[in-house]
């Protein structure tokens, strides 16, 4: 069984609740990893199918080696999901972003080179990936892309600064040290939420339902979060699985978004108008879909996570009723 036991990090936030539900669905041993198991925010855990048996939650903080070491200690694989995403401005990049992806990400690789673990999995993302002005306007990004840090902190854009010094910092780790290493790079991800509180990705969607136009980006690419939870599993089982993934399936406008949401619920007070957008953007998730990567249509992940959001009760129609 040891071989079946792997830890996740960060396990009771939006994407890694997922890989811990598969995980647990396909017999895994999972050491969850949270900064508090009394919070109620961290309750969906254990009620996941299989989680009496197989899920053991150990309280670790990406800043403290030792915790993050204990849950490590007895596994095979180690999937590091957890690092701040900011739902509101970030007033110091430094402590509440750099500090915990980058010198986090450190101590993670470094708990499971002492525990000799076999395979490591870091998600990383695109804003690791898009943030740069040296790729060609007319081409998909590729794994080969990567954000200009300098050309991030230029344009405030401090969760891509932390997530390419922490990406960065994965790979050279791994070369100086030969850890098996992968990186999955998602873009927005949405879909039903399986915690109960509610992540930064999915507030852009619950944004667009209720009135706000939320793309200051421009042209957006996004993944269903059960995609992203396959994707990061895929790159973990595959043997083939090598160097960097984008994760991403579909490239969206708001307005495009929102004529698709209308058709099926007229009843939401949807954004009157949209920001202009200056460029769209364009993402290969080929190599992903090489290793064996499938997604749904995004009118499916549109549909669950408006049904899920109804029965949380996150929803106010136009007429103000809950
Ligand atoms: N959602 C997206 O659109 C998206 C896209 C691309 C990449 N990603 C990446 O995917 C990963 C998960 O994102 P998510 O959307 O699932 O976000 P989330 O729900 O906010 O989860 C983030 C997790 O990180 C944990 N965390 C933050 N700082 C920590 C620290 N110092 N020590 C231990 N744990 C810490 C949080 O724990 P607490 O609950 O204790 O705060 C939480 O479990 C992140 O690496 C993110 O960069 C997300």
């Given at each position: 069984?040891?071989?079946?036991?792997?830890?996740?990090?960060?396990?009771?936030?939006?994407?890694?609740?997922?890989?811990?539900?598969?995980?647990?669905?396909?017999?895994?041993?999972?050491?969850?990893?949270?900064?508090d198991p009394g919070d109620p925010k961290n309750a969906h855990l254990m009620n996941l199918e299989y989680a009496a048996a197989n899920l053991k939650l150990f309280k670790a903080d990406l800043l403290d080696y030792e915790s993050i070491s204990a849950a490590v200690s007895g596994c095979t694989g180690v999937l590091h999901v957890a690092s701040p995403v900011p739902a509101v401005k970030v007033m110091n990049p430094e402590v509440e972003l750099y500090e915990p992806a980058h010198t986090g990400t450190k101590n993670v690789l470094n708990a499971c080179l002492q525990e000799k673990v076999k395979k490591v999995v870091v998600v990383s993302s695109v804003a690791a990936i898009v943030i740069t002005e040296a790729w060609p306007k007319d081409l998909a990004m590729d794994e080969t892309c990567w954000s200009d840090i300098e050309h991030c902190k230029s344009l405030e854009q401090w969760y891509c600064v932390a997530k390419t010094l922490a990406e960065t910092e994965a790979w050279e780790f791994a070369k100086?040290?030969?850890?098996?290493?992968?990186?999955?790079?998602?873009s927005i991800v949405i879909g039903p939420l399986l915690q109960p509180t509610?992540?930064?990705?999915s507030m852009y969607l619950l944004a667009l339902l209720q009135g706000t136009d939320p793309g200051e980006l421009g042209g957006m690419a996004f993944v269903d979060v059960r995609d992203t939870a396959e994707a990061i599993l895929l790159a973990y089982e595959n043997p083939e699985a090598d160097g960097r993934y984008i994760?991403?399936?579909?490239?969206?406008?708001?307005?495009?978004?929102?004529?698709?949401?209308?058709?099926?619920?007229?009843?939401?007070n949807y954004p009157k108008s949209f920001r202009e957008v200056h460029s769209d953007l364009r993402l290969s998730s080929q190599k992903l879909q090489n290793l064996g990567w499938k997604y749904r249509p995004f009118e499916e992940t549109l549909l669950d996570a408006v049904e899920n959001y109804k029965q949380c009760g996150l929803l106010a129609t136009k007429t103000g009723d809950i």
């Open positions: 069984m040891e071989e079946k036991t792997v830890c996740v990090t960060g396990a009771g936030g939006y994407i890694a609740s997922w890989v811990v539900k598969f995980l647990l669905s396909r017999g895994y041993r999972v050491h969850g990893t949270v900064r100086r040290t030969r850890l098996n290493l992968v990186t999955v790079c998602p509610v992540n930064a990705s994760c991403s399936s579909h490239e969206m406008r708001n307005e495009a978004i929102v004529e698709m949401l209308k058709e099926k619920y007229p009843e939401f």
